[in-house]
């Protein structure tokens, strides 16, 4: 009977650890759009010097923890699937965020639990509780309130990307889920490897200037923070439950949108968001965790 007790006192904290890197993921991304917008550099100049410094940092933190052959040589066939559905997921998102409205990516984005949910239930047999449910239900009409005002600025390709996006992040979350020994960092930094000969070859990135180098170098480690705090934390938590944390992005972007780009956000941007805060905290419960 003790035994059942610490493994479930385990499973419950292991939950928690994977609620909190998932939090940490979230926070990070958010920063996206600003880092997108902020810069003059194309999408593929903000690619490819995402992908420098998010490969170069990331390395470093595997390097400090004498980890290199765990996370690049042993990543396993999950790990190569991991870096290169990621490497079109980023391929697709950063244009997203140039060709249309940060509210409009993160619409998109609030379909990820249902995807997660989804392809989970159909991949692993990971069934879906209510309280899961219920929260990306309401996570997605917060969200649907948040981009109420800017529907007729809908553009189609930004947002067909954006859709791409949202499948990759789902699926790498699946991925993690149904491959926990996976590891976070390898899969990530061949993420970046794949795409900065592709950014050499269809953008100029050398001829972006070092004031938004600069920029774009803190874009890569926040990048690099966000993907192996998310691979972390899918390891931990039920697909759709990643998905929906994914969800708090939505809110975030806005407030960062508002303290560094001083743009002012509207009544149903903040109404929106306290729904989807509201509903990811609403979802969370241990007991639910496996």
Not at 28 to 48: D, L, P, Q, Y
Not at 66 to 82: I, T
């Given at each position: 009977?003790?035994?059942v007790?610490e ?40 690619i ?96 649907l ?9 809908v ?30 960092s ?10 900065i ?17 600069a ?12 993907s192996v ?62």
């Amino acid at each position: 009977m003790t035994g059942v007790k610490e493994a479930q006192t385990t499973k419950r904290s292991d939950y928690a650890v994977g609620v909190i890197f998932l939090i940490v993921s979230a926070l990070a991304f958010s920063s996206t759009g600003v880092f997108s917008k902020g810069v003059e550099a194309t999408a593929w100049e903000v690619i490819f010097w995402r992908a420098v410094f998010a490969s170069l940092s990331t390395t470093a933190f595997v390097a400090s923890r004498s980890a290199l052959r765990s996370e690049f040589l042993e990543m396993g066939r999950a790990g190569l699937v991991v870096g290169v559905i990621g490497a079109a997921g980023t391929a697709a998102l950063i244009p997203a965020f140039k060709l249309t409205d940060i509210a409009n990516v993160a619409l998109i984005y609030a379909a990820a639990p249902f995807i997660a949910a989804l392809l989970a239930w159909r991949v692993i047999g990971e069934k879906v509780s209510k309280r899961t449910a219920l929260g990306a239900a309401a996570a997605l009409a917060g969200v649907l309130i948040i981009v109420a005002g800017s529907i007729g600025s809908v553009h189609l390709l930004g947002d067909g990307l954006a859709l791409i996006m949202t499948t990759v992040m789902a699926s790498i979350m699946v991925l993690y889920r149904a491959n926990p020994h996976t590891p976070s960092s390898g899969p990530s930094v061949l993420q970046s490897l794949f795409l900065i000969p592709l950014a050499l070859l269809f953008g100029h990135p050398l001829q972006t200037a070092p004031i938004e180098i600069a920029i774009l170098a803190a874009f890569g480690v926040f990048h690099a923070i966000a993907s192996v705090t998310l691979a972390e934390g899918a390891k931990r938590v039920p697909a759709g439950q990643t998905a929906l944390l994914g969800a708090l992005e939505t809110p975030l972007a806005p407030i960062l949108a508002f303290l560094i780009l001083a743009e002012i956000p509207a009544f149903a941007t903040i109404f929106g968001g306290a729904i989807v805060l509201i509903a990811v905290l609403a979802s969370l419960k241990p007991t639910e965790s496996g």
